[in-house]
Each structure stands twice: as C-alpha cells, then as structure tokens.
C-alpha cells in the first residue's frame, strides 16, 4: 500500500508499506479521503513534540472497513467509518471520569502511531464510528475537527444570551462558529483575525461581526462591548492576557493552544472578574455528537473545504495548505 511518511523531520515521501493486519479488537479501514490538519505539517517540520519517527501522519480519515481482528464482528466488514485518533487505555484516573482523550498513556492515531494519510490505516474497533448515509465520502473526514469544537463547547456550555468571540478563523475557529450558531443558538458571535479572506470565511460560516486586529488593536473596536464567552482559537501566548481584559465579569474563556511560551497574566485580572478558564485538547467520546449535528443539518462542514487533492499530491497539497491561509482552508486528500 502507499503511505505518506514523514521519515525524519523535514523528510516526506509517498512510500510503498506492507499492508498493516488488524490485530484483536481492531479494524482495518480502507482510507477514502483524510483532511490535512496543521499538526500534520508540524509533524512535517519536527514541531510537534509528542511524534516520534518514522510516521505515517493523518487524524483526520473516513473509509470502509475491509478486515477485523479477533473480538471483533465480521459483520462489520464495509461499514462506513470516521476514526477517533484518540486511542486510551481505559483504566487510568482521566479515562475512568470519561476524559480518555487525556489518558495517561494517550496515543493519537496519527502522531504516537501511524495514520490515515494512507491507502490502509489500523484502529481499535471502538474507534471507528459507523456514519449513516447523510455524511456524504468527500466530507466525513471533517467529523474529527468539528469534535475539537464539541469539546470545548462542552466546558464552556454556551448560552443564547452570550456574547461570544473567537479568537482566530482558521479551521479551528470556523468549527467553533458553527458550533456555537448552529448547535448552542448564541445570537451575538464575534470573530477576530489579522487576514480579511479569513474574515470572509468567518462570515460565511455565520459570525454575526467580524473585527480586524492587524492594525488596530480588538479593544478600541469594540467599544466597550465585553464578551462573557471566548475562544482562543488563533492561540499565540499574548491572546489570553487580552481576552482576560475584554472579557466580562463572570466570563468563560477556553483555550486551544499547546504553545511552549510563557502566556504572562496576572491573578487580579482573572480572580477580580471571576473568570472561568478551560482547557480542551483533541476530544473525549464526541464523535457520536458530531456525526448527529450533520445528520440534523445543524452544522456544514462543506463551508470549510476549499480543496481536494489525490495522495500522490501531498506535499503540494500540505505546502499550499500550510503557507496560503489565504486561499486555503480545510485541504482534503483522496486515496482512491
Ligand atoms: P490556523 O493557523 O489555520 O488559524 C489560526 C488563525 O488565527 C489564522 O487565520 C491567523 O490569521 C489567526 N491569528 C493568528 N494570530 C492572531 C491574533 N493575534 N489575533 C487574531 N487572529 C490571529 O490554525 P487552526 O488549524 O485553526 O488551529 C488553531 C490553533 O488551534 C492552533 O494553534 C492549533 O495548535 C490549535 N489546535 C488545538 C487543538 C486542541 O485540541 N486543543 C486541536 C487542533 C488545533
Ligand atoms: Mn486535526
Ligand atoms: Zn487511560
């Protein structure tokens, strides 16, 4: 089969690898398409500290199961899958409180072991999740970004009533948008970013007010206007002491990013408005949630795809994905 190998840091190729067999409780998906994610470039370049390598990239896949390990149904050969990277043991303290996705001894399909971004691709059984026929092929790829959105929304429980800003419209912040309209009904989303065609998107997506900040800072835009709900999805270190500014008395603010600098605040700007802080990463059972909210119509992944390119293409299309935000948002690979 071809896969695509990051053998080193800097070094992708398209590679012929043996077929991987499933071992008991897990599946084998013949991959149809995978969406190319930022972490997939980091791993590229030897910026994300969990890879090991040689690596196989790719979290974010669909496709039909063609074999099964012992303990697991025959009858599920040719389900229709999405794959939960998330892979848990299920006895540590995060997973027996329903937090698998920061088990002690996590691995992500796609980082800790090998991916999607490939003609075959193993998984434990649990992980695949079965999609009923409104999740059409070309989008089903998009289930697992959208679960990042799942995740935090379900720490920050959005209200109607919020007043809610995110912090970035790259892909992460559009999930959030949706989810937030879509799914929670909040009236009043503001979104913020430095590129206009990010901003459009963002608007598209259905951002009620967008602001710039390239040249003139959030806070003189929005004239006294203080969000009781914010999402950093941009995630430089600088964002959170800003959004602890702007934000209201009693505000929620949930945080994306996995930056190695220091984020420099100080506690009267938190405890003085009683601000709630969350953290999320990857996400925790939430693909079935996800899988519903297209079903109902409630969210529309197809307004983030801006590409599609066949695997042999990879590197043009991680190249064009990574250094044109521009023009670019979700890029998506076809194996076939
Ligand atoms: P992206 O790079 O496509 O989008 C970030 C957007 O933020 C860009 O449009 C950029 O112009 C904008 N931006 C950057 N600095 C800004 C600032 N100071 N003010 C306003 N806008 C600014 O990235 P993507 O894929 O949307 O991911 C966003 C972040 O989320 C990344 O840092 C990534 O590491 C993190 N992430 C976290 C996950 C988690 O589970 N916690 C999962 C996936 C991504
Ligand atoms: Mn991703
Ligand atoms: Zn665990």
Redesign the pocket.
Known sequence: MKSVVIEQPGELVVAERPLPQPAAGEVRVKVQFASI???DVHIWHGHNPFAKYPRVIGHEFFGLIDAVGDDVAASRIGERVAVDPVVSCGHCYPCSIGRPNVCTALQVIGVHRDGGFSEYAVAPAKNAFRLPDSVPDKLASMVEPFT?AA?ITAFLKPQPNDVALI???????LTAIQVLKGVYGVEQVLV????PE?LALAQENGADQVFN?SEIPLAAQLEGLQPTLIID????P??LAEAAALASPAARIGL???SGEPCSITQQSLTSKELSLFT???NSNRFPQVIEWIEQGQIQPEKLVTHYFPLADVEQAMTLFEKD?RTCCKVILQMG
């Open positions: 994610c930022g972490s990042i995740n912090y970035g419209a790259g892909p992460m912040g913020v970013d430095r590129l990010r900040n999805a941009a995630c430089h600088s964002i994306l990013g996995f999320s990463r990857l935000p």
